[in-house]
C-alpha cells in the first residue's frame, strides 16, 4: 500500500488558521494537540489530518490519488517554505513512486 510521505514536519499542525473543521482544535494558527511537534491524539485525529484515509472517505471521487498527493505535497512544502522548515522535510512525489526524501 502506498502511503502520503509525510515527513512529520509540523508545519501543518502549525497552520490550521480558519480550517472550519479543526476550528476547536485552533490556538492562535496552531493545532492544541501539537506537543514537542508530535500529535498528542495522533490515533484519534481528526479525519483532515489523516491525508491517505481523507481521500478514501473524502476526496477519491473528486481526484485520483497521485493528484491528491500531488496538491497535498505542493501545499506542505509552500507552508514549509513559509514557516521557513529545514529543506531537508520537504516532501518529493515521484511519477514512479511517491517516496519521501531526506528525512
Given at each position: 500500500m502506498i502511503l502520503f510521505p509525510c515527513?512529520?514536519?509540523?508545519?501543518?499542525?502549525?497552520?490550521?488558521d480558519g480550517i472550519e473543521f479543526l476550528e476547536e482544535y485552533n490556538q492562535n494558527?496552531?493545532?492544541?494537540?501539537?506537543?514537542?511537534?508530535?500529535?498528542s491524539i495522533y490515533e484519534s485525529r481528526p479525519l483532515l489530518?489523516?491525508?491517505?484515509?481523507?481521500y478514501d472517505k473524502i476526496f477519491s471521487s473528486y481526484m485520483s490519488k497521485e493528484e491528491f498527493y500531488r496538491q497535498?505535497?505542493?501545499a506542505c512544502n509552500?507552508?514549509?517554505e513559509k514557516l521557513n522548515i529545514d529543506i531537508k522535510y520537504r516532501v518529493h512525489i515521484t511519477n514512479v513512486a511517491l517516496i519521501k526524501i531526506e528525512k
Open positions: 515527513t512529520s514536519c509540523g508545519a501543518c499542525c502549525l497552520s490550521i494558527g496552531k493545532c492544541t494537540n501539537l506537543e514537542n511537534n508530535q500529535c489530518c489523516k491525508i491517505d484515509e481523507s497535498n505535497a505542493v509552500k507552508l514549509q
